[in-house]
DNA sequence: ATGTCC
């Protein structure tokens, strides 16, 4: 392959044979000597996907994923291009919540375990976290059709909530085409955390970067807040299983030389299905994440003198119709960001973010810091609107727990984190030193001018699964 | 990521 930098934090890798378009990586020349030549080789291979625009792009953060890189933002024209379930992950919506307590420091710190120890018992984790929210199977057909307009209805989500909620938590779709088993796997789910890289954080503000628009995202200098990180749980994942089994048995669906990476024209019958269930898929994450929204609130309220907000819950696994513009022409797009978030400018952002741009969280490794960015006006030519989504793993889970295992509660513990994890498995899974700094990545998207920081929290205590 | 392999 042939990959050349063009300015400071771009990279070109250049159309070779079968390429329709040229893939682009941002990065720091730092972070890009971490990059796999595999996860360099499916950006490569996604370039060739039919009705792909521009080109096919790659955060500071990329690493290996199913098919596509995690990290990794490709869109397709919306009549005449391709839907990839390994576009999307997965943990199809996947993503990020960050609640802001109102509430100082000074005044969390003598509860912080009793507060942790509570936001663990009421935010069930692990892996196979079956003690959710209970809901009938006609709750949750409506929860796959209308997301968070059912929490709103059932007083488990405010109408605030959903306005800092990215589509509103509700995408439309009809519900009718998640299986019956997909549907098993996630009904006993809802408020629950999961396990792998999944965590909810408590987390103190140690910094602010631009004064007006943290503001205006309601957040303060030392105030407590509260990240979660969490996605579909096994409904997406069985989802996701579901339908590339379907692709796998199709005649029309588009083959490639890695047999994960498999796609079907987005106007197909089984394109249209896999794009319905993906967003009821998306539409229970938006869900799951809102009763853990809320159940964080009211452990804060039984607290405290307190009314926490939603700051903003969003999706970092998912593929979206879009309109963007390719070659002065305005097209409607299908954009998939896998392991990559929408961070629209000020002027282009939804509603209540038209003057600021919608907020990104990037939560960094486990005992580190995390940032809340917002997009710069450029991204939209750069990365139809698209910034990084964390740290990106550099070491394997099992590399992680040979290297790390005993040590890592030491580590936690220097730092002064507080850490409740399910199992003690997945604290050394979990390493910090198994990803990439996150200050770096942050740095990378800053510099290439796709989004800037609003603020860095540092991390109080932290639930593990 | 995931009832960590129907």
Redesign the pocket.
Known sequence: MNVRRIDDYTYIVDKEEGMNVPGIVYSSEELFKSIDDGSLRQVINVAKLPGIVKASYAMPDIHLG?GFPIGGVAAFDANSGIISPGGV???IN?GVALVSTGIKFEEFKPKVREVTDDLFNEVPSG???RKGLKVSSSDLNEILRSGLKWAYEHDLATREDMDHTEDGGSIENTGNNVSK?AQ??GIS?IGT??????FLEVQRVSQIFDNETAKKFGIEMDEVTVMV??????L???VA?DYIRMLRESDYAIKTSDPELISVPAESVLGEKYLDAMRSAANFAFVNRQIAIHRIREVFEKHFDARPRLVYSLAHNIAKEELHMVDGERMKLIVHRKGATRAFPAGKASPPFEDTGHPVLIPGSMGTASYVLVGLPDNLEKSFGTTCHGSG?VLS?NQAVKKYAGIVEKELEQRNVYARPA?K?VLYE?APESYKNVDDVVDAVYGARLAKPVVKMIPISVVK?
Do not use: I, V
Not at 193 to 198: D, E, M, Q, S, T
Not at 229 to 234: F, Q
């Open positions: 199913y992950g997965y943990d996947c892996l196979t976290s088993a098993q796997r789910q955390l999961g396990a792998g890289n999944h990180h969490t996605g579909s749980r096994g997406g994942h069985q299983t793993r889970r199992t498995h979990e699964g």
